[in-house]
């Protein structure tokens, strides 16, 4: 048996992963949006490491892949930092018969954009992002990046979005992404991109898996920077315990 807790309680389940309909309520995006509105997937250590060996995928299992791609199915763009993009080893979202028929029953388009965050332009023009891909690459970057190579990613297909001045601005890129019809948005990280939104107060939900691991040594937390903004004050949505010891955690902005 399994639960989707309500936001006033403490709730404790232990269960198998709930079904594909029970999933897809627990993370469902608002119904009517006017805006953008970003949710924010990160995998932590019980100890608050972000990454194992340089990459997520020591953190992640089976129920927090399955966690990922249904976020994915959801969503109308997948937005990455560079680093994280490129440390993963992203290219283009994949079809699959799940994924078509999950977002055509939403009336989303068939699959997803991926949205790099580049301020710099560290993006090679021949990376999987850019070349592997069924739906149009957009880079998010600054004026400050070299003319020529957003120039030559324009060329091989992305849509490249000057978003600010020597970084990306976080509200004037969302603001683009609202502009082409992407308003569910379904930031991957990673750390320094977290930290830029959490700064510029734009970040809507968070959903936080907890891997049932410790790991010890000097790897970052979910969200690294100045720590310049005002802390967000955020309350808690639902939690889900599966039995494999793993906690699926969703908060969402508290009422200011």
């Known amino acids: 048996m399994h639960q989707l807790w309500p936001t006033s309680a403490t709730k404790q389940v232990d269960s198998a992963l709930p079904g594909v309909d029970a999933l897809e309520e627990f993370y469902a995006y608002p119904a009517a949006l006017g805006r953008p509105w970003v949710r924010v997937n990160f995998v932590s250590s019980l100890d608050g490491?972000?990454?194992?060996?340089?990459?997520?995928r020591g953190l992640s299992s089976p129920t927090d892949q399955r966690v990922l791609g249904l976020i994915r199915d959801l969503s109308d763009v997948v937005l990455v930092?560079?680093?994280?993009?490129?440390?993963?080893?992203y290219r283009g979202v994949r079809r699959t018969e799940v994924r078509s028929r999950r977002r055509s029953e939403h009336g989303l388009s068939e699959l997803p954009p991926i949205?790099?965050?580049?301020?710099?332009?560290s993006v090679p023009v021949d990376s999987p992002l850019i070349t592997d891909t069924i739906a149009t690459p957009i880079v998010l970057t600054s004026s400050a990046a070299p003319r020529q190579w957003r120039s030559e990613l324009v060329s091989a297909g992305a849509d490249?979005?000057?978003?600010?001045?020597?970084?990306?601005?976080?509200?004037?890129?969302?603001?683009?992404l609202g502009e082409r019809g992407l308003y569910r948005i379904g930031c991957e990280g990673g750390p320094e991109l977290f930290d830029s939104l959490i700064?510029?107060?734009?970040?809507?939900?968070?959903?936080?898996?907890?891997?049932?691991?410790?790991?010890?040594?000097?790897?970052?937390?979910?969200?690294?920077?100045?720590?310049?903004?005002?802390?967000?004050?955020?309350?808690?949505?639902?939690?889900?315990?599966?039995?494999?010891?793993?906690?699926?955690l969703r908060y969402g902005r508290a009422p200011e």
């Not at 490491?49 to 997520?56: F, K, P, R």
């Not at 490249?160 to 683009?176: K, S």
């Not at 410790?214 to 937390?221: I, M, N, V």
């Open 81 to 89: 930092g560079a680093g994280t993009a490129l440390a993963e080893g």
């Open 160 to 176: 490249v979005i000057v978003a600010g001045t020597e970084e990306v601005d976080p509200p004037t890129a969302l603001r683009e």
């Open 115 to 121: 949205a790099v965050v580049s301020s710099s332009g």
């Open 49 to 56: 490491a972000v990454a194992v060996h340089g990459s997520s």
């Open 199 to 248: 700064t510029a107060d734009v970040v809507d939900e968070l959903c936080l898996t907890i891997s049932p691991l410790l790991t010890g040594g000097r790897t970052g937390r979910i969200a690294a920077g100045d720590g310049a903004g005002t802390p967000r004050g955020m309350r808690l949505l639902s939690a889900l315990h599966v039995d494999d010891s793993v906690l699926l």
